[in-house]
């Protein structure tokens, strides 16, 4: 199975031939800035840049285009217009209730509607260069919220919606924003989320100092929430229609933050520039998906990931295209959901996470073939490694066999797609990535860094820099360059482990650093484990990930009480509620073992190594537990994970 080759039967016509991505690729490689300043041209500058990438990663500064000037709104928005495709469908809005009516609107209809919310920003003060938190479910507003900032050239800092107040208020600080727009309510699943009353207890966190000068608020469900006299506003009473040109951008003037977890430490604001993410996005969407005009694309996540920024914000929109926005689940009111929306709006491709693909598969064939997928024409999947039996069920089920399948891998930090297959270009492999897009240089290296050649597995780095490619950690540039610079000196180490076969495909193993991956959300262990030990109960936590058959990982938790507590099924759930309370029900335990202690080396130091291979009921490759400062606490902790 591994390893097998997928050809389609019937290739259509491509964007891009293998030989033409051979020869791109070379040119890619061989002359960047030459390359990149050719794929600066789908977007329409203020400025053209003559520069092209000037970049060193040891110490590290990163600049792509850096003398042009051009917003992104325009590109996205506007330029459509001018160029006579106003009456292009942009976005259709699929609500979370079938029975809801939707809404559908056309390129010149969206230019009114990002006018209306950027004159909302501006009535609450926004201006160029500030940052403004958005806090939305997953309807037109949310994005429209996104493209008003790139505008105005504020810099948008977009918290997913399932983020609890605490996590939020920690985002809202980090960069010190003084602006959030929000909605009454969001719905999913016919689940309401309190999104204003949770911004309301997020700036009544104590530690939330930064003053709030001014809130948008959308109404949605229309439910009734507080609003503070003076600094909230209904959204509809602040929006209007003049006139409200584009601000034109510096191409390395922030463009967005967006937090993302690592190993250590509260989420780190990665911060994407104006002109490499524009055209990063602009060019890989417009390869990776081959997308022609007219076409629907629909991509699944929500706006609160990086997914939702690259692949409905901006590359889908950069390239004039059609998509559809959705605020629901694929599992209400059924789980044929996915397979209705594609009939009813004669949906193209559809790019969505393996856990979903996953969580669709266990329940069998039918709510696919009951509906007809004729309309599609691509898959693709992103978030997390796709296991081959999902793939081939996606392929063969909901592709019918008709539709390549693009495994793209990326992440927050890189902007765009860095790996994958091109429809009709590669053959693909399930389970593999693929090849490099244009541009991109990874290499493998082992644990000392040394660089591994040919067939091999090792440590996921990249070589050279790609527009695409985060600048800095918000306010902590050195956080930047410790992070992702520091492991592999003057290499970028993307925390993924990979590993590259014969014909020089890739495949990822996922993450070699304390990162886990619950459902395609990343998540750093040491954010969970600081939720629990704020718990008044909890002495000391560890956490691992696990091998969970629909989510990808599970959250495996072990716990060390405080002198006369004890565990029980109550403090058990007591606790998981305290995580979400903490961090969000994305971050809920899915195993809560007591333990008496936590194996430690004699210099203090947990090894997760063995907390691994216990939750996941390996115990015949502990490897080396000598060390160990109480080398019997491993038979209690594999005595308790039985007993879980
Ligand atoms: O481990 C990789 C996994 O997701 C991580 C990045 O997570 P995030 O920044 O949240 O971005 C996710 C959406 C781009 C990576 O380090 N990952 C992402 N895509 C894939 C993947 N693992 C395997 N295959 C993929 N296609």
Same mark, same amino acid.
Request: with cysteine.
């Given at each position: ?19 033409? @991505? ?5 040119? =890619? ?21 003559? *520069? ?48 809801? /009516? &939707? ?16 004159? +909302?920003? *501006?009535? #609450? &003060? ?10 939305? /479910?997953? #309807?037109?507003?949310?994005?429209? +919220? ?45 689940? !309401? ?32 929430? $507080? ?6 506003? %209904? ?31 509260? /989420? ?37 990931? #990086? $997914? ?5 914000? @901006? ?74 039996? +999902? %793939?081939? %069920? @996606? ?6 066999? !008709? ?15 860095? #790996?994958?297959?091109? /429809?009709?270009?590669?053959?693909? *492999? ?32 990249? $070589? ?42 890739? %495949? ?21 484990? =600081? ?68 194996? *430690? $080396? ?23 537990? =000598? ?18």
């Amino acid at each position: 199975m591994l390893n097998a080759v997928q050809r389609l039967d019937t290739a259509r016509e491509t964007n891009c031939t293998p030989e033409m @991505y051979e020869q791109l690729y070379r040119r =890619s490689v061989e002359d960047p800035d030459g390359f990149w300043l050719e794929q600066a041209k789908r977007l329409e500058w203020v400025t053209p840049p003559t *520069k092209g990438g000037d970049w060193s990663y040891d110490p590290v500064g990163i600049e792509w285009f850096a003398d042009g000037t051009l917003n992104l709104c325009h590109n996205a928005v506007d330029r459509h217009v001018e160029a006579g495709r106003g009456d292009a469908t942009a976005l259709i809005f699929e609500p979370d209730d079938p029975a809801t /009516p &939707g809404r559908s609107l056309t390129y010149a209809e969206l230019r009114g509607e990002v006018v209306r919310m950027a004159n +909302a920003l *501006k009535a #609450i &003060g926004v201006k160029r260069g500030d940052r403004v938190t958005i806090y939305m /479910p997953m #309807i037109v507003e949310g994005v429209l +919220a996104m493209l008003a900032c790139a505008r105005l050239g504020a810099i948008h800092s977009v918290v997913f919606g399932g983020f609890s107040p605490e996590a939020l208020a920690g985002r809202i600080e980090g960069c010190a924003s003084r602006f959030v727009v929000t909605a009454d309510e969001g719905l999913r699943g016919s689940k !309401r989320v309190p999104l204003k009353a949770n911004v309301d207890a997020a700036l009544a966190e104590p530690d939330h100092d930064t003053p709030i000068d001014g809130m948008l608020v959308v109404r949605h469900t229309g439910t009734e929430v $507080t609003m503070t006299e003076g600094r909230d506003h %209904w959204y509809h009473e602040l929006a209007s229609d003049e006139e409200c040109p584009c601000e034109p951008m510096g191409a390395e003037d922030p463009l967005f933050i967006l937090y993302t977890s690592g190993s250590t430490g509260k /989420p780190k604001g990665v911060v994407h520039t104006t002109g490499g993410y524009g055209v990063w996005t602009a060019t890989t969407f417009s390869y990776v998906f081959d997308y022609r005009p007219g076409e629907v694309f629909w991509c699944t996540a929500d706006i609160g990931w #990086i $997914t939702g920024h690259s692949y409905i914000a @901006y590359g889908p929109l950069l390239n004039g295209a059609t998509q559809v926005v959705f605020e629901g689940v694929p599992n209400y009111p059924d789980h044929g959901r996915f397979w209705d929306v594609v009939d009813k709006h004669q949906v193209n491709f559809l790019y969505t996470a393996p856990t979903a693909i996953r969580a669709l598969m266990r329940e069998g064939d039918a709510f696919v073939t009951s509906r007809n997928r004729s309309s599609l024409r691509l898959l693709g999947t992103v978030g997390e490694p796709i296991n081959p039996e +999902a %793939w081939r %069920w @996606y392929f063969d089920v909901v592709g019918e066999k !008709r539709c390549p399948i693009v495994d793209t891998w990326w992440q927050t930090e890189t902007g765009g797609v860095m #790996i994958t297959t091109l /429809p009709n270009a590669h053959d693909m *492999k399930p389970g593999s990535a693929g090849k490099p897009f244009f541009g991109i240089r990874p290499q493998l290296v082992d644990n000392d860094g040394a660089v591994l050649e040919g067939a091999t597995e090792g440590n996921l780095c990249i $070589t050279h820099s790609w527009p695409g490619q985060a600048r800095t950690v918000y306010g902590d540039h050195e956080r930047f360059e410790q992070t992702y610079f520091s492991t592999y000196k003057g290499k970028y180490f993307t925390g993924d482990g990979c590993k590259r076969d014969e014909d020089g495909y890739y %495949w990822i193993t996922g993450r070699v650093d304390d990162v886990i991956n619950v459902s395609g959300h990343r998540m750093g262990t040491a954010e969970v484990e =600081s939720a629990l030990v704020s718990h008044a109960k909890v002495s000391e936590a560890a956490v691992v990930g696990y091998p969970h058959d629909i989510k990808g990982q599970g959250i495996y938790c072990y716990v060390t009480l405080n002198a006369g507590e004890e565990g029980s099924d109550a403090l058990y759930a007591e606790l998981r509620g305290h995580v979400r309370k903490e961090i969000g029900p994305i971050a809920s335990p899915d195993h809560i073992q007591f333990t008496d202690g936590l194996p *430690k $080396t004699r210099s203090g130091k947990i090894m997760r190594r063995i907390l691994r291979k216990i939750a996941e009921n390996d115990y015949g490759s502990l490897g080396d537990t =000598s060390t160990l400062a109480d080398p019997s606490l491993v038979d209690r902790l594999i005595e308790g994970r039985q007993n879980r």
